[in-house]
Protein backbone atom coordinates (compact mmCIF):
# COMPACT_ATOMS: atom_id res chain seq x y z
CA UNK A 1 0.00 0.00 0.00
CA UNK A 2 1.37 3.35 -0.88
CA UNK A 3 2.41 5.31 1.86
CA UNK A 4 1.27 9.64 1.34
CA UNK A 5 3.91 11.65 0.82
CA UNK A 6 6.21 8.75 0.70
CA UNK A 7 5.53 6.17 -2.45
CA UNK A 8 4.64 7.93 -5.96
CA UNK A 9 2.21 5.83 -7.54
CA UNK A 10 2.13 5.78 -11.67
CA UNK A 11 -0.96 4.52 -13.43
CA UNK A 12 -1.44 3.74 -16.98
CA UNK A 13 -2.41 7.00 -18.67
CA UNK A 14 -3.03 8.34 -22.56
CA UNK A 15 0.11 10.26 -23.33
CA UNK A 16 -1.47 13.39 -24.28
CA UNK A 17 1.71 14.54 -26.45
CA UNK A 18 0.81 12.03 -29.36
CA UNK A 19 -0.66 13.29 -32.26
CA UNK A 20 -3.36 10.79 -32.12
CA UNK A 21 -4.57 12.16 -36.26
CA UNK A 22 -1.24 10.29 -37.40
CA UNK A 23 -1.99 7.59 -39.07
CA UNK A 24 1.02 5.49 -37.88
CA UNK A 25 -1.05 4.94 -35.11
CA UNK A 26 -2.91 2.03 -37.02
CA UNK A 27 -0.37 0.35 -37.93
CA UNK A 28 0.40 -2.68 -35.39
CA UNK A 29 4.68 -2.64 -34.22
CA UNK A 30 6.48 -4.75 -32.47
CA UNK A 31 7.53 -2.17 -30.04
CA UNK A 32 5.19 0.19 -28.09
CA UNK A 33 5.75 3.24 -25.86
CA UNK A 34 3.55 2.65 -22.88
CA UNK A 35 2.86 6.59 -20.75
CA UNK A 36 2.34 6.82 -16.85
CA UNK A 37 1.00 9.66 -15.08
CA UNK A 38 0.09 10.53 -11.65
CA UNK A 39 -3.47 9.73 -10.63
CA UNK A 40 -4.18 13.70 -10.58
CA UNK A 41 -2.57 15.95 -13.21
CA UNK A 42 0.77 16.37 -11.56
CA UNK A 43 4.53 16.41 -12.00
CA UNK A 44 4.99 13.12 -12.38
CA UNK A 45 5.24 10.40 -15.19
CA UNK A 46 7.22 7.70 -16.81
CA UNK A 47 7.25 6.15 -20.37
CA UNK A 48 8.05 2.85 -20.78
CA UNK A 49 9.55 1.12 -24.58
CA UNK A 50 7.60 -2.62 -24.58
CA UNK A 51 9.21 -4.82 -26.95
CA UNK A 52 6.61 -7.69 -27.46
CA UNK A 53 8.07 -11.32 -28.21
CA UNK A 54 9.01 -12.77 -31.41
CA UNK A 55 6.73 -11.56 -34.89
CA UNK A 56 3.87 -10.09 -32.31
CA UNK A 57 2.53 -6.80 -32.81
CA UNK A 58 0.40 -4.29 -30.91
CA UNK A 59 -1.71 -1.21 -31.02
CA UNK A 60 -2.48 1.53 -28.36
CA UNK A 61 -5.92 1.79 -29.13
CA UNK A 62 -5.62 5.13 -27.09
CA UNK A 63 -3.69 6.58 -30.02
CA UNK A 64 -6.44 6.56 -32.69
CA UNK A 65 -8.30 9.72 -32.83
CA UNK A 66 -10.96 7.43 -35.39
CA UNK A 67 -11.57 5.30 -32.51
CA UNK A 68 -15.52 6.25 -31.51
CA UNK A 69 -16.13 3.67 -29.06
CA UNK A 70 -14.12 0.57 -27.06
CA UNK A 71 -16.22 -1.67 -25.04
CA UNK A 72 -14.99 -4.74 -23.40
CA UNK A 73 -17.23 -7.67 -22.03
CA UNK A 74 -15.61 -11.27 -20.86
CA UNK A 75 -12.50 -11.67 -23.49
CA UNK A 76 -14.47 -9.46 -26.16
CA UNK A 77 -13.49 -6.45 -27.37
CA UNK A 78 -15.69 -4.22 -29.63
CA UNK A 79 -14.13 -0.71 -31.45
CA UNK A 80 -16.34 1.43 -33.33
CA UNK A 81 -14.36 3.97 -35.71
CA UNK A 82 -15.79 7.27 -36.76
CA UNK A 83 -14.92 6.75 -40.34
CA UNK A 84 -14.76 3.75 -42.78
CA UNK A 85 -11.39 4.08 -43.95
CA UNK A 86 -9.98 3.35 -40.42
CA UNK A 87 -11.99 0.36 -40.04
CA UNK A 88 -10.74 -0.80 -43.05
CA UNK A 89 -7.54 -0.44 -41.84
CA UNK A 90 -8.15 -2.21 -38.86
CA UNK A 91 -9.91 -5.39 -40.47
CA UNK A 92 -6.41 -5.43 -42.08
CA UNK A 93 -4.98 -5.95 -38.18
CA UNK A 94 -2.98 -9.68 -38.37
CA UNK A 95 -4.69 -12.32 -36.57
CA UNK A 96 -3.01 -12.68 -33.01
CA UNK A 97 -2.32 -8.79 -32.99
CA UNK A 98 -2.49 -7.28 -29.30
CA UNK A 99 -4.70 -4.86 -28.89
CA UNK A 100 -3.77 -2.42 -25.51
CA UNK A 101 -6.41 0.03 -23.60
CA UNK A 102 -7.68 1.77 -21.05
CA UNK A 103 -11.38 1.94 -21.53
CA UNK A 104 -13.44 2.16 -19.03
CA UNK A 105 -14.96 -1.69 -18.55
CA UNK A 106 -11.52 -3.45 -19.45
CA UNK A 107 -10.33 -4.11 -16.37
CA UNK A 108 -11.28 -1.23 -14.41
CA UNK A 109 -9.01 1.14 -16.63
CA UNK A 110 -5.91 -0.83 -16.11
CA UNK A 111 -3.92 -1.28 -19.02
CA UNK A 112 -5.40 -4.11 -21.02
CA UNK A 113 -3.71 -6.52 -23.67
CA UNK A 114 -6.34 -8.41 -25.67
CA UNK A 115 -4.96 -10.46 -29.39
CA UNK A 116 -7.41 -10.71 -31.61
Do not use: H
Not at 84 to 93: H, K
Amino acid sequence: MPVVGGDLVLLPSRDLSVNRKSQQNMLPARTVTLFYAERRPGTYTMMIQAKLASEERAILLENIDAIDTINCSGSRITVGFSDEASAIVARSWPLGTVLLTLADGCKSGLLIFISI
